[in-house]
């Protein structure tokens, strides 16, 4: 630039007095962050790569990234998003917005190289895995989430879905079906959902909304009570719903916008509170095997992602198949990770879990491979003497019950 294109931007001296300690603020809060957070561990990826790959710039990598952690770094990238949600309604890189209010996570709209290769090699996965898991004595069911932008896709409006997409949802399906998985096609039992009220997913959030939940929860039910689920003490579970109340879903949040004004924000979804209680049997009355999940046919564990864990789809599980639910599905578990610690759960147990429930959501199928995806069939257990004898004792699952006696509290929907 000419000195007098800068004696034109700064007339006066307090004008560039103000420059020069704004810059200088922006530098020292920019060293003290990389201080803070160097004290705190927060330079791992920086420390563990060290010299790796300097000719690739693999250090300078690792660094720019644990930089984009630091306080100030995350302060002002905060501030950045907010900005540019207010002036030019931009939500940032993970999430685009269809119709008005309306929000889709990025992830779903995004096609991969060699997405064919990648979903039937995670197909080969899930084929041998449940025919390993039969040998030992578990009936294995595979739930298949469809995308929200497939189901909502007149809420998409202007967002365009690329047409490589359409596909990979039922082809994956009659995959599986044509190799003897018993499959369930949860988007038969969402589109009933979306006809009556008109959506069947949260509008600010990934997941389903409450009915669309309990609509997956009972077409999965069906599917195990037609292959022979039969609890030994059937423990009815009734739900109350609560006010509906405004949420804002986890799209806000990852937009960044979690912490505007409630003004400023999208327009929040109206949820109600439920409250799940056990109303048949007094839990005195209730058998030990029925309680802690040991009777014959009734251990259910349920696998997946976080759709597993909102809008109460396991109390809505747990409720259709009047039984507990080991839940060990986990937020952000892709593919494979929840399986995986089911599986490392399992090979420690003198006997087979009889029903598992894989949740698995339409827009990890095609992402690339994983090492932990293809470990799975590694991990898988052996057949044991007690494979055709499930009733026998095991530990109990460790993460998340839906148990009878804590089906009288009151939880939030999500």
């Not at 006809?195 to 990934?206: H, K, P, S």
Request: glycine share 6%; with cysteine.
């Amino acid at each position: 630039m000419s000195q007098a294109f800068h004696t034109t931007l700064i007339r006066k001296r307090w004008q560039a007095w103000a420059f020069i300690g704004t810059f200088g603020a922006l530098l020292l809060g920019f060293g003290a962050s990389n201080i803070l957070a160097w004290h705190d561990d927060g330079l791992s990826k920086t420390l563990e790569n060290g010299w790796h790959g300097f000719a690739d710039g693999k250090p300078m990598q690792a660094l720019a990234e644990d930089l984009r952690k630091t306080p100030l770094a995350d302060w002002l990238g905060q501030r950045q998003r907010e900005m540019g949600w207010l002036v030019f309604n931009d939500l940032g890189a993970r999430v685009q917005q269809g119709c008005p209010g309306w929000l889709f996570l990025s992830d779903e709209l995004k096609p991969h190289r060699d997405a064919t290769r990648h979903a039937e090699e995670r197909a080969r996965v899930a084929i041998e895995l449940q025919r390993a898991l039969e040998t030992r004595g578990s009936r294995l069911v595979i739930a298949l989430v469809p995308d929200k932008t497939r189901i909502e896709a007149d809420h998409r409006c202007d967002l365009p879905r690329p047409p490589s997409l359409d596909e990979r949802y039922h082809a994956w399906l009659q995959t599986l079906a044509a190799s003897g998985v018993t499959v369930v096609d949860l988007g038969a039992a969402l589109n009933p959902v979306k006809q009556q009220l008109g959506a069947a997913f949260d509008r600010t959030d990934t997941h389903w909304r409450i009915e669309g939940a309990q609509a997956a929860a009972n077409a999965i039910a069906d599917r195990l009570k037609a292959r022979g689920f039969a609890p030994a003490s059937p423990t009815l579970i009734e739900h109350h719903p609560g006010e509906a109340r405004p949420r804002w879903g986890d799209l806000v949040r990852l937009a960044g916008l979690d912490k505007l004004p409630e003004a400023w924000r999208p327009d929040p979804d109206q949820v109600p509170s439920l409250e799940f209680a056990a109303s048949a049997q007094e839990p005195s009355d209730i058998s030990a095997d029925a309680l802690f999940g040991d009777a014959t046919n009734e251990r259910v564990a349920l696998v997946g992602t976080s759709f597993s864990r909102n809008a109460h789809f396991a109390d809505f599980l747990a409720q259709a198949l009047q039984s507990e639910i080991g839940n060990l599905a986990r937020d952000g578990g892709g593919f494979a990770q929840s399986m995986s610690d089911f599986l490392e759960q399992e090979a420690k147990s003198d006997s087979p879990t009889p029903w598992v429930i894989w949740e698995i959501t339409e827009r990890v199928l095609q992402e690339p491979l994983q090492d932990i995806d293809l470990a799975l069939l590694a991990k898988a257990p052996a057949s044991t003497p007690q494979a055709t004898s499930i009733a026998q004792t095991s530990p109990r699952f460790e993460i998340d019950h839906v148990d009878m006696h804590d089906l009288k509290a009151t939880h939030a929907s999500h």
